[in-house]
Each structure stands twice: as C-alpha cells, then as structure tokens.
C-alpha cells in the first residue's frame, strides 16, 4: 500500500510539473500581446514611439503623397499629372469618388499615427522620468501635425463658413483608443483647438533641434505657425515663425539648390529621412523624370514659370526632360533625398506676411526678410517698397511644388483654375470624401458635401 501511495504521489507531482512547463512554454503572438507588455516599460513605449514615426513616414503620407495631393489639386493650370495611376489622375481632376484608394490611404495612415502616438501617451507614466517630457512631447507633435493634414484635406477650410458648425474629423484622443463607440466628426474649430493644444504642450516639452526626422521644439513651433496662418491668427503665427528664426539651431543655405536632393541641411526645421536601406521619397517617385528613377507624371507648364523674374536661381532649378522635352522641377530628382516638409525659409516668408498685414516688425521688417533672405539667395535685386502682394508672391515661388499651394490658396480664399474651369477655393471639389469603407463601418459619419 505504501508503495502504491508513492507512486501515485509521483505521478501527480510529475503531472503538476508538466502543467507548469506547459505555461511557461505556451507561445505568446508578439502582435496580440495588449498594453500590458507592448506598453509595460520604459523600452517598450520608447519602440511604440518608433512605430508613431514609421506610419507618419509612408509614402502614403508624408513619404510624399499629401504633399503632392496638395500640388495636383491646386494645378490652376501650372501643373499637369500625365500619369497612369487613375486614383491620383481623379485627384488631379477634381473627380474623387469615395472609393479613392489614395485618399482612403491618407485617412487610413494619419489615423494609424494617432493611435500610435495616443498608446504612448497613455503609458506616459512608465518612461524613465528624465525621458518623459521628450517622449510626450514626440507624440503629442505626431498627433498634432496629424490631424492637421487630415482637416486640411477633409474638411472645410478654416476661412469658409461657420468653423464652430463646420465639420471636421473625428477627434480620438488617449483616452479613446480602445473604445468601440462609433464617433461622428467634431467641428473645424473644434479640431483646430486640439491641434493647436498639441502643438503647444508639445513644444514646451520637447528638446531644441536640429534632430534629423524627429520633433524638436522648433518643429512644433513652426507647425504652429502654419497652423496660425490657416486660421488668420497672424500675431501667433509671426511669434511661432519667429521663434523658430531666432533659435540660432538653423540656418538657410547659401543656394536654393543646394536645400534639395540631400539628407538634412542647415535649413531642414523637419523632414523625412530617406536612404538607400528606410524610408520612402513619393515625391521623387511622381515629379522625377524616369532617367533620374521616377515616373516623370508632373509636367510644369509655362503659365508657372512666367511667374519668375529674370535671373531667378530658382527659375534656373527647372530643366528640361530629354526624354520627353516636358519641362521638370529640380527639387525632387534624387530618389534618397530626405523629404523637405518645413524648411527656414518658410519662417521668413510667414514673418514677412505676418508682420506686413499686422504693420509690425517683429524680428525683423518685412523688407528685410524678403530682400535680405530670399531674394538675396536667388540672386534678385531687392524691391524698393515691399507689398503684401510681392511677400506672397515671393512665398508661391520659393516653396513651389512643396506641398503647400492648395492650403495657401484656401487660406487666401485664391479660385484654382483649370482651363475654363473655376474652383472656388471652398468648393467642394477641392476636399477630399469621407473613405466608403469607413462611412460603412461608422454610420454616425457624415460624408462630404457633394460625395452622397
């Protein structure tokens, strides 16, 4: 009997063993782990942040198709898109269906940067202490800077209309990430505040620049002056323009070539690393010609160049495509250049405008800024009396094909015209619809005017 009982006490230690080694051994699937181990410490949520830059980076994104969204829609006959890709050319058009794979790909990789940045900031608490006010300040700008692309393209912009009734896009903020509530879009203004919150708080956490690719104080400021422009607020947009100048962490090339087709310049506030083993320069792929290795599907037209004075360095960037004789912008013919998204020179130019319309002469006077900086660097004689018409002039030339015209000319309330065609700059076919798939999954949203 004794025997026995060892025995069977034998066999039950054995079989409690054999359970223990089997949960120990049990495989864990490293894409299903939950916040519990994705975000338990302080490597953990640093990686996640990596993640936040990765899907801001896509080509999707700002790898290069919002900035050549922005160009395309905003042709007003200086541009045209000869390629074969029939979801661009409907952008190009201003024939979007809500079935557009480009636009859905906006939407689809914006909101994944939310998110992302939304699940770090939700384990803010477990960085290291020392770590912590960069690591928020990170996210904080790659969610702000996120969904300022996406009402800037999916809604209304803030100079039409009743911004407090006008609809923007759903705002999913820290505390939304694991919901399943099916949320409607807030208001333009409503998302502007956010924005603008997020890029503020941003930048008193994070560490100056220069930082190759990734936020620093005076990326967020910059943002912020964009983002004050769009909504008219020109004393904080001159004051963040401003900020970002006097830092002393930047400076502005002594060519205008010489700001295009690199890795990080002097003049890069924020970019898009681009090299032979990560990252993605969509830009290239669509403005290049196909001996530089792009498709060469922008063709400049001679109602753009007409607009540049004899002697423009800048002129002189445009050179002729041998294979096809078309005429090609000189910004994007390297296919590891690092994505310009703001450089310096855009702060001079907004601190230029501001101080104009405000008659001010913060930093610097408005003369001077464009005189001194940029005419001087394209090899211009200064103008005798500057005009706001020569500021803005001088903005659409040196930032061309850059991805900002369609917003400058929202925000100027400036027609785009296609041959005999007029677009408001508040039509309807100058925004983006709301992604079928996602009308579909969330009822609560409401489509586009002019995509129902």
């Given at each position: 009997m004794k025997t026995l009982?060892?025995?069977?006490?034998?066999?039950?230690?054995?079989?409690?063993?054999?359970?223990?080694?089997?949960?120990?051994?049990?495989?864990?699937?490293?894409?299903n782990t939950g916040d519990a181990v994705a975000l338990a410490n302080d490597k953990n949520v640093k990686t996640t942040l990596i993640g936040a830059y990765d899907a801001l980076s896509a080509g999707a994104f700002y790898g290069g198709n919002t900035f050549r969204n922005s160009e395309i829609l905003a042709a007003n006959s200086e541009i045209v898109f000869s390629g074969t890709f029939n979801d661009v050319a409907d952008i190009y058009r201003k024939e979007?269906?809500?079935?557009?794979?480009?636009?859905?790909?906006?939407?689809?990789n914006a909101y994944r940067t939310i998110n992302v940045a939304n699940n770090v900031l939700s384990a803010i608490n477990v960085v290291n202490p020392a770590d912590r006010d960069q690591v928020e300040g990170e996210a904080l700008f790659l969610r702000g800077i996120s969904y300022f692309e996406l009402i800037k393209?999916?809604?209304?912009?803030?100079?039409?209309?009743?911004?407090?009734?006008?609809?923007?896009?759903?705002?999913?903020?820290?505390?939304?990430?694991n919901s399943v509530a099916l949320v409607s879009r807030s208001t333009v203004q409503e998302v502007y505040t956010q924005i603008v919150a997020d890029l503020t708080s941003a930048e008193t956490k994070l560490a100056?620049?220069?930082?190759?690719?990734?936020?620093?104080?005076?990326?967020?400021?910059?943002?912020?002056?964009?983002?004050?422009?769009?909504?008219?607020?020109?004393?904080?947009?001159?004051?963040?323009?401003n900020r970002v100048i006097t830092s002393g962490n930047y400076s502005m090339r002594p060519t205008y070539s010489s700001c295009f087709n690199t890795s990080t310049t002097s003049e890069d506030v924020f970019n898009i690393p681009v090299s032979t083993v990560d990252g993605?320069?969509?830009?290239?792929?669509?403005?290049a010609p196909t001996a530089s290795g792009g498709r060469g599907d922008v063709e400049i037209q001679a109602a753009h160049l007409a607009q540049y004075e004899a002697g423009d360095d800048r002129l002189?960037?445009?050179?002729?495509?041998?294979?096809?004789?078309?005429?090609?912008?000189?910004?994007?013919?390297?296919q590891f250049g690092n994505v310009k998204v703001i450089r310096l020179a855009e702060m001079y130019l907004t601190r230029a405008e501001c101080n104009q319309r405000l008659g001010s002469?913060?930093?610097?006077?408005?003369?001077?800024?464009?005189?001194?900086?940029?005419?001087?660097?394209?090899?211009?004689?200064?103008?005798?009396?500057?005009?706001?018409?020569?500021?803005?002039?001088?903005?659409?030339?040196?930032?061309?094909?850059?991805?900002?015209?369609?917003?400058?000319?929202?925000?100027?309330?400036?027609?785009?015209?296609?041959?005999?065609?007029?677009?408001?700059?508040?039509?309807?076919k100058l925004v983006f619809p709301i992604?079928?798939?996602?009308?579909?999954?969330?009822?609560?949203?409401?489509?586009?005017s002019g995509y129902n």
């Open positions: 009982m060892n025995k069977i006490l034998i066999v039950t230690a054995l079989f409690f063993f054999a359970v223990a080694c089997e949960d120990k051994l049990e495989p864990v699937d490293p894409n979007m269906i809500t079935l557009n794979a480009d636009v859905a790909a906006l939407w689809t393209f999916f809604a209304q912009p803030y100079s039409a209309g009743n911004v407090s009734t006008n609809l923007g896009v759903p705002l999913m903020l820290t505390e939304d990430r100056s620049g220069p930082r190759s690719g990734k936020a620093t104080k005076e990326a967020a400021a910059a943002f912020l002056s964009r983002v004050y422009l769009q909504m008219a607020d020109y004393a904080n947009a001159r004051d963040a323009a993605v320069n969509n830009m290239q792929t669509f403005f002189a960037f445009f050179f002729l495509d041998p294979g096809t004789g078309e005429t090609r912008s000189g910004k994007w013919v390297n002469a913060i930093g610097s006077t408005p003369a001077a800024d464009i005189n001194n900086i940029i005419r001087d660097r394209a090899n211009l004689s200064p103008l005798g009396v500057v005009t706001l018409a020569d500021i803005l002039r001088e903005r659409r030339l040196e930032l061309a094909h850059e991805g900002e015209r369609l917003h400058d000319a929202k925000r100027l309330q400036e027609s785009i015209v296609e041959g005999a065609t007029v677009f408001p700059y508040n039509s309807d992604p079928q798939r996602d009308i579909n999954v969330n009822p609560n949203l409401t489509q586009n």
